[in-house]
């Protein structure tokens, strides 16, 4: 879907054709709504790339190239830039959660508010 939309934002005539060609294969491999399943997006992306590359006319006459293997490592691309988003996520949301941990149980333990050197949990200074 990510590569739908950069076709679409693209704007340019081959952009429009791609995309349109590529639409036709979503719908028809049912690939736009719905879990797909595991395994689903490797299938697509194999059935793209047994595509032949092929020439669209367009309303002028003009013909488009349609390029599954480059559309296909387009798709690729995009996976790369999720997987690298969410695995910066992930490293943040790991020192987040370090950090949130270690918090509670310093308060847990009554860490923070007795004096460095004395019992957690007991007053400094008084004795029996």
Same mark, same amino acid.
């Given at each position: 879907?990510?590569?739908?939309?950069?076709?679409?934002?693209?704007?340019?005539?081959?952009?429009?054709?791609?995309?349109?060609?590529?639409?036709?294969?979503?719908?028809?491999?049912?690939?736009?709504?719905?879990?797909?399943?595991?395994?689903?997006?490797?299938?697509?992306?194999?059935?793209?790339?047994?595509?032949?590359?092929?020439?669209?006319?367009?309303?002028?006459?003009?013909?488009?190239?349609?390029?599954?293997?480059?559309?296909?490592?387009?798709?690729?691309?995009?996976?790369?830039?999720?997987?690298?988003?969410?695995?910066?996520?992930?490293?943040?949301?790991?020192?987040?959660?370090?950090?949130?941990?270690?918090?509670?149980?310093?308060?847990?333990?009554? *860490? *923070?508010?007795?004096?460095? *050197?004395?019992?957690?949990?007991?007053?400094?200074?008084?004795?029996?």
């Amino acid at each position: 879907r990510r590569t739908l939309k950069a076709m679409a934002a693209d704007g340019s005539a081959p952009g429009a054709a791609e995309r349109e060609w590529l639409e036709e294969v979503f719908v028809g491999a049912g690939f736009l709504h719905g879990d797909q399943g595991f395994g689903a997006a490797e299938a697509f992306l194999d059935g793209l790339i047994a595509k032949p590359i092929k020439v669209v006319k367009a309303d002028g006459g003009r013909g488009t190239l349609i390029d599954p293997h480059g559309i296909a490592n387009q798709i690729l691309d995009c996976r790369q830039l999720v997987a690298r988003a969410y695995k910066q996520r992930l490293a943040t949301a790991r020192a987040e959660s370090a950090a949130h941990l270690r918090r509670r149980l310093e308060r847990s333990l009554g *860490g *923070g508010d007795a004096a460095p *050197g004395s019992a957690p949990g007991k007053a400094s200074g008084g004795g029996s």
